[in-house]
């Protein structure tokens, strides 16, 4: 059975920066797309960025400049570069990956931005 694990959420000032990182629980082949996604409290879960195996990578507009999504095929590990942290970006920050058509996610970890 294939499962993500995030790491690096926190709790961090306003202006400060974290580095979250996806990976499975075992190496395997064929994922493809990868992405960050993010749920705050009494909102939708929304798209953070993503990532293909190619490199092509898509950001929410908000996001274009602070946050940068990278990853690492040999590891299927994906990062996600969070600078300049503002207060609305807190909530919880899940990874998706598809595997032969078929969605995985993380548990999700917790990132809290204080004023």
């Known amino acids: 059975q294939v499962q993500l694990a995030e790491s690096g959420g926190g709790l961090v000032q306003a202006g400060e920066s974290l580095r979250l990182s996806c990976a499975p629980s075992?190496?395997?082949?064929?994922?493809?797309?990868m992405g960050w996604y993010r749920q705050a409290p009494g909102k939708q879960r929304e798209l953070v960025a993503s990532?293909?195996?190619?490199?092509?990578?898509d950001y929410a507009d908000s996001l274009k400049g602070r946050f940068t999504i990278s990853r690492d095929n040999a590891k299927n590990t994906m990062y996600l570069q969070m600078n300049s942290l503002k207060p609305e970006d807190t909530g919880v920050y899940y990874c998706k990956a598809l595997r032969n058509g078929f969605q995985y996610w993380g548990q999700g970890t917790q990132v809290t931005v204080s004023t």
């Open positions: 990532i293909t195996s190619g490199g092509t990578t």
């Open positions: 075992r190496n395997i082949f064929g994922i493809g797309f």
